[in-house]
């Protein structure tokens, strides 16, 4: 069975901060997928990184795949009150593609 | 664009009742097909796939069932339910077995 990991499960921070939150496994994913999930509402995918080593910035976020294709982060520059939510990681493996989902990390931000 | 409906956004139901809990699709055809329950607004469990009319995949045991009739017409049922199926039922859609999900808005099912 393929697990996820994501660390930290809760993080409060002010607005303005940089943070990192971290998505790990033993087992290799073809590909993986990055989530944000605010209450009461289904999650919207923000971004698929595929090859080991890439980077992918979407404004103020960064996410990386790593070099094995075992974890991955998300780094948030200056975050904002809307940054605030449920960030889940969805990796891709198996001869049948599962996907298989961390737990997630609960941000908030702070005004 | 695909646009997923589901409904009823939020149900109280009391336990050993039935459940039938419905998702259409627009925008797209042949879409894979999925349900997943969300407990405590954390980590999502796949119940269900479908990859066509009448092919379902379950991935749990439980007390759930699944059926797509239709191309784009998912169903999640239950003959009776029990206090732990409490929790935010999410149906989603994916052009292939590799493709990110797209979610509808889910539904939050509190069983007493």
């Known amino acids: 069975t393929q697990l996820l990991e994501q660390s930290p499960q809760f993080l409060s921070i ?15 994913f ?3 997928q990055w989530y944000r999930q605010e209450p009461g509402e289904g999650p919207v995918l923000l971004v698929t990184v595929v090859t080991g080593g890439e980077v992918k910035k979407l404004k103020r976020l960064t996410f990386q795949f790593g070099d094995a294709r075992k974890d991955s982060s998300l780094h948030i520059t200056a975050a904002q009150p809307g940054d605030t939510g449920l960030y889940l990681c969805a ?21 | ?13 009391p336990v050993g009742s039935p459940l039938s809990l419905e998702c259409t699709v627009e925008g797209t055809s042949n879409p894979n097909l999925y349900w997943y329950r969300q407990a405590a607004g954390r980590g999502l469990q796949l119940l269900f796939y479908s990859v066509g009319i009448g092919q379902i995949s379950s991935e749990v045991p439980q007390n759930l069932s699944a059926s797509r009739p239709q191309d784009r017409q998912f169903i999640l049922s239950s003959k009776k339910l029990l206090l732990s199926d409490s929790g935010f039922y999410l149906c989603a859609i994916a052009t292939g077995l590799k ?3 797209h979610f509808g808005n889910g539904t939050r099912l509190t069983v007493t």
């Open chain 1, 14 to 28: 002010q607005e303005g901060e940089n943070l990192t939150v971290y998505c790990n496994s033993s087992s290799v």
């Open chain 1, 30 to 32: 073809s590909s993986l």
């Open chain 1, 91 to 111: 990796g891709v493996g198996g001869s049948n593609y599962k996907l298989t989902f961390g737990k997630g990390t609960l941000l908030t931000v702070n005004p």
């Open chain 2, 1 to 13: 664009s695909q646009t997923i409906h589901q409904w009823p956004a939020t149900l109280v139901q």
């Open chain 2, 99 to 101: 493709s990110p999900l």
